[in-house]
């Protein structure tokens, strides 16, 4: 998953689009202080994105670990008021309740539970942090979870015969790898391996494709963007005509975003690693979505007065406060950037539970798809 549905040491990363698909998805922290991350990070109103899927190198930079919440820079809309917190945890629980209802109603009509099979390669303990949180997620909404754990120096060919078989399998409806991948294998082949119908991590290039082109439908949208947009549908923020800004181009987080704010009609600007004055850029948007992995890089004074922000960046900076010896911040400078906008996620509990969320709903559509289930 490229999405955080767990923390341990990683976090979004912005690429440029030439990056591998392995690259462009986590920035691994080695640090010991950072070895203990929370098992959970806490990185849709039911609409028509529930129902078909849809609703490079980095430059150095500057890591900015303290946010000052006084800072003159920052424009404010008022001295008292503060942004709308978007609660991801609250909707992430509300998705999951529904998606709980429909599969006990697939059981009753048709008796069929959807299942989503995960293939873990290696013996990371963060991997298998995330594969378990992804089994606890399937329990408590009855998605069956079937698991192939494999060693560390399995073959690539070891792998793909595994997908064969979960593609062939028909009690599978979903099927993802757990990333990374050891470094011996070709990390493209055995995505690409995963069968269009059963690539729930929306990660396989026809998705993509149809993502990208006006009048397709992807079978599938990656998780953690398709989560961003719910959170606006649920929260009844406006896209259409909207002046959208999204920070990051990977293919995980900052590409597919940006094309599903096109497909909502918002007008979309793409700011990255390369881009000169960016704050030029983001003070134009009505609404932000970043995810490059630089802590409080987005300042109050890169933020338009009542602005929407959507903060999917996890990042850990050194607090010697916490008992943890660090803690966690977004993209965005929280406590500059509440003062200015309408409404903003937190960091943690605001994207990131969304990631799986979207998981056990695309292995539900997966699921409703092939038995032609209403």
């Known amino acids: 998953m490229a999405l955080i549905d767990t923390a341990s040491t990683m976090i979004f990363t912005d690429y440029s689009s030439s990056s591998s698909s392995s690259t462009a998805r986590l ?127 399995s073959t690539e060919e070891e792998v793909l015969n595994h997908i064969s078989k979960f593609n062939d399998d028909p009690s599978v409806h979903g099927i993802l790898v757990q990333l990374p991948l050891p470094s011996h294998m070709n990390e493209q082949n055995i995505l690409n391996a995963v069968c269009i119908e059963k690539d729930v991590d929306g990660f396989h290039p026809l998705n993509i494709g149809r993502l990208a082109m006006r009048g397709r439908e992807p079978l599938f949208v990656p998780c953690t963007p398709k989560g961003c947009i719910e959170l606006l549908h649920r929260y009844d923020i406006p896209i259409k005509g909207k002046r959208a800004v999204v920070i990051g181009r990977s293919n995980i987080v900052g590409m597919p ?47 338009k007065p009542g602005a929407v922000l959507i903060d999917v960046g996890i990042n850990p900076v050194e607090d010697p406060a916490s008992p943890r010896g660090y803690r966690l911040v977004g993209d965005i400078c929280y406590d500059e950037a509440r003062k200015v906008a309408s409404a903003i996620t937190p960091v943690p509990g605001g994207v990131g539970p969304m990631t799986i969320a979207m998981l056990l709903s695309n292995t539900l559509l997966s699921a409703k798809r092939i038995h032609n289930f209403r």
């Open 257 to 303: 975003a940006a094309l599903l704010l096109q497909r909502e009609d918002a007008t979309v600007s793409i700011v990255h690693s390369r881009t000169k004055n960016p704050e030029e850029i983001t003070r134009q948007a009505d609404i932000i979505i970043s995810a490059v992995g630089q802590p409080n890089m987005v300042r109050g004074s890169w933020v």
């Open 27 to 153: 920035l691994l922290f080695n640090t010991a202080k950072l070895r203990n991350f929370p098992k959970t990070i806490s990185t849709f109103r039911r609409s028509n994105s529930l129902q078909f899927g849809i609703s490079s190198r980095t430059s150095p930079r500057t890591i900015i670990t303290h946010c000052s919440s006084s800072s003159t820079s920052a424009m404010q809309v008022n001295n008292e008021t503060f942004a709308k917190v978007i609660d991801g945890k609250r909707v992430a629980q509300d998705i999951r309740e529904e998606i709980g209802v429909e599969i006990s109603r697939m059981k009753e009509e048709i008796g069929i539970v959807p299942g989503l099979a995960v293939i873990l390669v290696g013996d990371r303990k963060d991997s298998a942090t995330y594969v378990r949180n992804k089994k606890k997620a399937c329990d408590t909404v009855g998605i069956n979870s079937y698991e192939a754990r494999l060693a560390e120096d």
